[in-house]
């Protein structure tokens, strides 16, 4: 009989000091409630496909929206996922495109061209010319939408200082003065190391296409300093809302994004913007621990893809990992406006 009271008095104890520790911690205060994005729908992508073409790892990187559809990338695959809006298990409108089985693609970041119906594919970081530097595939699909064609691989112009902090994420936009491709380092000032974990130093590169008769290549035209308040520790990937005149700037390690507004015609923020935060567990740990990539659904929501969990990462990241995740969009940070469509 004591040991049992012992035992409740214990358990009652551990609670209360639960509570008191929940209490006192970021995620109790009023401000991050009121910022923290709220789960609509999530599937693994395991679940989302009926034939996986030999695969059973996805490590989401990026995403992007082409007339109503979502096109992903993994890093642990040369297959291009086509998802249908409605996210359903094992739906037969959802397909990988191209390749088959495992393998390293490095493929960190997907943008759509409207004007040739064309895809970027974004290689993170190769060895070029004793050095790293970014590379950038365009790719066609097929008729039937089965496989896609590589029609050129250029170089992006951008010495890197490390091998593994190169760009994360990109967008494709197209104002007055011509057709840019913006490119998101990883690290803060566009570096690895200690410096580039320095938080609130994110880096966007402006570049545009360049081609002559020895190949092509993706040239600096500007560096853009992402503003301050998006104070992260690292820069996973971003997506512009053209219609609203939004971007999103997604961190994996502080798992959160940066919402603000956007300038097309300038290429320049503007205001301060908000963060939101990625939904975290009762104890305020983070467990969407690999969000990769993120795309606007339309002014309320956003899409995002999550990387495998690391092994050196805790046990419950695995359960939110390798998935597709719809957010709500907290007030303060939605606009009443629908995303673009590219027709």
Known sequence: ??????????????????????????????????????????????????????????????????????????????????????????????????????????????????????????HESQEHEGGYKPFVTTARLSKDGKEYERLS????DFELTHENKGFEGMAYVKNSKGAFLLG???????????????????RIIILQLDTDDNGCRWVKKDVLNIPKEANFIDYSAMAIDYNLGRIAILSQENAAFWVADFDIESLDFVGTGSI??????????????????????????????????????????????????????PGAASKASPAIDWE
């Open 184 to 202: 998101l380092c990883e690290g803060n000032f566009c570096e690895g190391g200690r410096r580039g974990r320095k938080s609130g130093n994110g």
């Open 153 to 156: 691989k250029c170089v992006v």
């Open 1 to 122: 009989m004591m040991f049992r009271s012992r035992l409740v008095l214990c358990t009652v104890l551990t609670l209360l000091a639960a509570c008191v520790r929940g209490r006192g911690s970021s995620c109790h205060d009023k401000d991050t409630r009121r910022s923290t994005a709220k789960v609509v729908k999530e599937m693994p992508f395991l679940g989302l496909f009926d034939d996986l073409r030999e695969q059973s790892v996805f490590e989401g990187s990026d995403i992007v929206r082409v007339r109503g559809k979502y096109y992903v990338v993994f890093d642990s695959s040369y297959s291009i996922g086509y998802l249908d809006d409605r996210f359903q298990f094992r739906d037969p409108a959802n397909q990988l495109i191209g390749g088959k089985g495992q393998n390293d693609s490095q493929f960190e970041g997907i943008a759509y061209v409207p004007e040739d119906d064309t895809f970027l594919l974004l």
């Open 276 to 329: 939101v935060h990625l939904p975290r567990n009762e104890h305020c740990e983070i467990v969407y621990c690999n969000a990769e990539g993120i795309q606007w659904i339309d002014a309320y929501r956003v899409i995002v893809v999550s990387d495998r969990a690391k092994a050196t990462q805790p046990y419950h990241c695995d359960e939110h990992d390798q998935s597709v995740h719809i957010f709500g969009l």
